[in-house]
């Protein structure tokens, strides 16, 4: 019977301890948000088929590239309570993230006339029908003569880049993650073939 009296006591103070702590009590928090640990990456696959587009179709890219993730730290504070004293400060910290990418979408031998439309995670964010590609994304045709990208060529180095011939590949500049709960989205890249 004394170690359940004990335990009660001991309980009750942890409970009180809590209480003050979530009505304020002067105690300071800090709230961090997702770090680039929880970032689930886009499936990357050795090996695997390299479509050939006739007509008009969207195909899911893989990834072939991609540059080391640049993590930007964000923080807000904000003054809390403080009706009777025991005002607190609670501060919010939360990154973003950003790299470059590139992925393979099909074989540039059959000649490709264009992108169409290139969704991320069910989002439209490029529709050509609109407005032109913007300047951060660049389609490579996969001709037998198509140069190395330049993003590319300054991450690797231009003796260690290869050109991706006789492949169709798209490449995101410093593409920011941030809408995505800073994941790499799914891309779903609609081309238009002859």
Aim: charged share 15%; glycine share 12%; with cysteine.
């Amino acid at each position: 019977m004394a170690l359940f009296a004990i335990g009660v006591v001991v309980g009750a103070a942890v409970a009180a301890v809590g209480t003050m702590a979530a009505q304020g009590g002067g105690v300071d928090r800090v709230n961090v948000g997702p770090r680039i640990g929880d970032m689930k990456i886009q499936g990357s696959v050795v090996g695997t088929m390299i479509p050939i587009l006739w007509g008009q179709h969207a195909i899911a890219g893989n990834l072939i590239w991609k540059s080391p993730v640049t993590e930007i730290k964000h923080e807000s504070a904000q003054e809390v309570g403080g009706k009777g004293g025991g005002g607190f400060t609670v501060t919010n910290v939360w990154y973003s993230y950003h790299a470059s990418l590139a992925f393979g979408i099909c074989k540039g031998t059959v000649p490709v006339n264009g992108i169409k439309k290139i969704w991320a995670n069910d989002r439209l964010i490029v529709d050509t029908d609109q407005d032109p590609l913007p300047s951060d994304i660049r389609f490579y045709t996969g001709s037998e003569t198509q140069n190395p990208d330049p993003i590319i060529q300054s991450v690797e180095g231009i003796d260690n880049t290869p050109a991706y011939r006789g492949l169709c590949y798209i490449v995101f500049e410093d593409f920011d993650f941030s809408v995505y709960a800073n994941q790499i989205p799914q891309f779903i890249i609609e081309l238009e073939g002859i």
